[in-house]
């Protein structure tokens, strides 16, 4: 079984030609709405990848909440461990796309936000009784070692993604078994470049010392992924797949919720690896973040392609 702590964030997204000046009320070109949240995102992706999955996390007693409750359920995701803050609303991110893909983000975490020790302690039937645990850092950090601390304990494997990049707290080192930082997070780590293909090795292997991690595995986006099990003595440079990339959101968390559901069957971490980099590939022919994630039937059948 997977259990899945994280953040849940509807998504507003507008498009227009240009930014709006100080002041200036600009028409939009178009709009649309979207589920996601590292959180969710990852607890869909395992639960498609045939993981019993469970979430742990915090959403607001409104419109929104209950839309992430329905998505979760319709892929089978146990939501008993969501908690619904009385006061707060549910996360929101608004985007603003322009003509040229880039774009500008305003993020508001709201029941995000609010998720404390004593919620974990309450969900602590829920963390130590799966097999995995995935974390990200979209909640407040006190949280999150707390979940990572009480799994760890009870002999759940671990699993952090270092996302959004940004500095991480030393503290939660002792608690994670399985780090999974993508090039940009892996960059900010340690200080060198994942595009110098050479350092990709050097890099895990600094994290796994620095950390005291059983394993780390690199994503490196179009270029696949690189994995260091050091339980297993294994390293291994997985090449991506060719697929027709419409859209990357949501890739990481495609990767790291199938990671965890090979994983709680007890595959190698080098062979949880293979499927995710499928998972990760067919994640990016499909719009969306939660929405992308592939159902188990097509990452296996592109891994024997
Ligand atoms: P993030 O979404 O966190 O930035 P990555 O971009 O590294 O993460 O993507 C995660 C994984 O998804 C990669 O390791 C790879 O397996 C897969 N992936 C991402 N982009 C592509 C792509 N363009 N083609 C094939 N696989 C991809």
Redesign the pocket.
Known sequence: DVCVLGSFMKDLVASAERRPLPGETLHGTGFAEFLGGKGVNQAIAAARMGARTAIVGTIGDDRYGEEFLDLLKTDGVDVDGVIRHPSLGTGVGLPLVLPDGSNSIIIVSRANAAITPDDIEAAAGVLTGSRVLSVQLELPVEASRAALRLASAAGVTTIL?P?PVGPVDPSLAAYVDILVP????AAALTGLDCDDESQVPVIARKLADEWDLRGCVV???????YVLDRSAGVELR?A????D?VD????????CGSLAASLAEGASLADAVRL??????L??TVNGAAASAPSRAAASGLLST
């Open positions: 993604t996302a993508n090039e940009v997070e994503t490196l986006g179009s270029r696949g992924a997985v991506a797949h060719r697929v990339t990357t959101v949501g890739a990481g968390d495609a990767f995710a980099n499928a998972a990760g590939a994640s990016t």
